[in-house]
């Protein structure tokens, strides 16, 4: 079992970059794909991106395509989402997710374990 807590959200001006972080506790953080979700008043929680177990290959929403970034450093138990450009429909709460498998998934259903969300805004 992993338990997950982000941090580094905030209010920002378009344009604007932030750097996500998401530290997990547990000693087996790198048997878990990762990902961060996006979830927006009224609308349906969505992939933004995921990370594989090594953190070799990355996976990106074609909103986030270009514009952010997913990594991990296992030694640290921590994975982070380096977001630049950023635009006022990126404003949103953001979710660690973690699955124990190798494979990243994009459906939030197939994720076991969240962290508790931080708020990202990006003002215009």
């Known amino acids: 079992q992993v338990q997950l807590a982000e941090s580094g959200g905030g209010l920002v001006q378009a344009g604007g970059s932030l750097r996500l972080s998401c530290a997990a506790s547990?000693?087996?953080?790198?048997?878990?794909?990762m990902a961060w979700f996006r979830q927006a008043p009224g609308k349906e929680r969505e992939f933004v991106a995921g990370?594989?177990?090594?953190?070799?290959?990355?996976y990106y929403a074609d909103s986030a395509k270009g514009r952010f970034t997913i990594s991990r450093d296992n030694a640290k138990n921590t994975v982070y989402l380096q977001m630049n450009s950023l635009k006022p429909e990126d404003t949103a709460v953001y979710y660690c997710?973690?699955?124990?498998?190798?494979?990243?998934?994009?459906?939030?259903?197939?994720?076991?374990?969240w962290g508790q969300g931080t708020q990202v805004t990006v003002s215009s």
């Open positions: 547990g000693r087996t953080f790198n048997s878990y794909a």
């Open positions: 997710a973690g699955r124990p498998a190798s494979r990243v998934a994009y459906r939030p259903s197939e994720y076991a374990y």
């Open positions: 990370v594989s177990l090594s953190g070799d290959s990355t």
